[in-house]
């Protein structure tokens, strides 16, 4: 099991390990296909482990953190490093945790995490309605710039 990175409360952060397949399930099976949509741009109606082991099952270019509420695993944020040190946002929260922090706690600990790789920047892309990630980029600093084929696209300068 990984250290904790971050804790309030119930809610605490680890990186993810092997062995987190049934927790990436866990989370997996608590969003719509509308969530997933949100998050891959696809529907990703198939939940079989080969297709959830890329979050789970990864090189060093990419971090990974989990959420857990207690023992029950409720959030994941993942971030791909590419070779001119920026890093692509993912995130997924399970739908009966929304709005309680989870999110914007996983986000905040995965920019420690990238600041402490010396990464200088931080981007996403989310559906052009989704106010949801619109608002939790926003609290975090982030910036919509271009809007290109209904995908926003949001920046955050580490240095
Ligand atoms: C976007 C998402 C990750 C937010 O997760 P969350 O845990 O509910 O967000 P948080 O509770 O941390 O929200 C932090 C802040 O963001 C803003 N926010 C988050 N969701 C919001 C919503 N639905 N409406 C308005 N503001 C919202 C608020 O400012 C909120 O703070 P507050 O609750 O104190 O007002 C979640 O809705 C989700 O998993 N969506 C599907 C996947 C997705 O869209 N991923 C983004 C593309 S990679």
Redesign the pocket.
């Given at each position: 099991m990984s250290h904790i990175v971050r804790q309030r409360e119930q809610l605490s952060i680890r990186h993810v390990a092997s062995g987190d397949l049934k927790h990436v399930r866990h989370i997996f099976e608590r969003?719509t296909s509308e969530?997933r949509y949100?998050?891959f741009f696809q529907f990703k109606d198939e939940l079989d482990d080969a297709a959830l082991l890329q979050f789970v099952d990864f090189g060093t270019g990419i971090v990974g953190l989990l959420a857990f509420d207690g023992a029950t695993p409720v959030?994941m944020a993942h971030a791909w490093v590419d070779e001119f040190g920026a890093a692509e946002?993912?995130?997924?929260?399970s739908g009966d945790?929304?709005?309680?922090?989870?999110?914007?706690?996983l986000i905040e600990s995965l920019l420690d995490e990238l600041r402490a790789r010396a990464v200088q920047e931080l981007f996403?892309?989310?559906l052009g309605e989704?106010?949801?990630?619109a608002?939790?980029a926003r609290?975090l600093g982030m910036t919509r710039q271009s809007v290109e084929d209904g995908v926003a696209t949001f920046r955050l300068a580490l240095a």
């Open positions: 969003t969530d949100c998050r959030g946002l993912g995130v997924i929260v945790v929304r709005r309680r922090g989870v999110g914007l706690m996403a892309y989310a989704n106010a949801a990630f608002a939790l609290r």
